[in-house]
Nanobody, 128 residues
Framework: QVQLVESGGGLVQAGGSLRLSCAAS????????MGWFREAPGKEREFVAA????????????YYANSVKGRFIISGDNAKNTMYLQMDSLKPEDTAVYYC?????????????????WGQGTQVTVSS
């Protein structure tokens, strides 16, 4: 069993930055694939970014949705069992509840149905 706890959401003006954190416990962090998803009111949960260390790189392999590529950076600190999402140049359309997720085979995927564990979510609101 894996427990995930997100933090770092809040209210920011367009063009600003936020950093989300996801602390994992219950299993070796680097054996998992980790992802961020978001859900805006009236919309389906959508993929934001994912990271996996299954390829052997100490920095992990990162994957991004086209809508956030170049603005968001996903990273992980294996010593702290914590994943981060650095969000820059935020736009009002980034407003959503952001969820941290983990996949126990270490396979990064862009479909929320592939993930096994979820955090409680953290609200990100970007004002125009």
């Amino acid at each position: 069993q894996v427990q995930l706890v997100e933090s770092g959401g809040g209210l920011v003006q367009a063009g600003g930055s936020l950093r989300l954190s996801c602390a994992a416990s219950g299993r070796t962090f680097s054996s998992l694939a980790m992802g961020w998803f978001r859900e805006a009111p009236g919309k389906e949960r959508e993929f934001v970014a994912a990271i996996t260390w299954s390829g052997g790189s100490p920095y992990g392999s990162q994957y991004y949705a086209n809508s956030v590529k170049g603005r968001f950076i996903i990273s992980g600190d294996n010593a702290k069992n914590t994943m981060y999402l650095q969000m820059d140049s935020l736009k009002p359309e980034d407003t959503a509840v952001y969820y941290c997720a983990a996949e126990h085979f270490g396979i990064a995927a862009n479909s929320w149905t592939e993930y096994d564990y979820w955090g409680q979510g953290t609200q990100v609101t970007v004002s125009s």
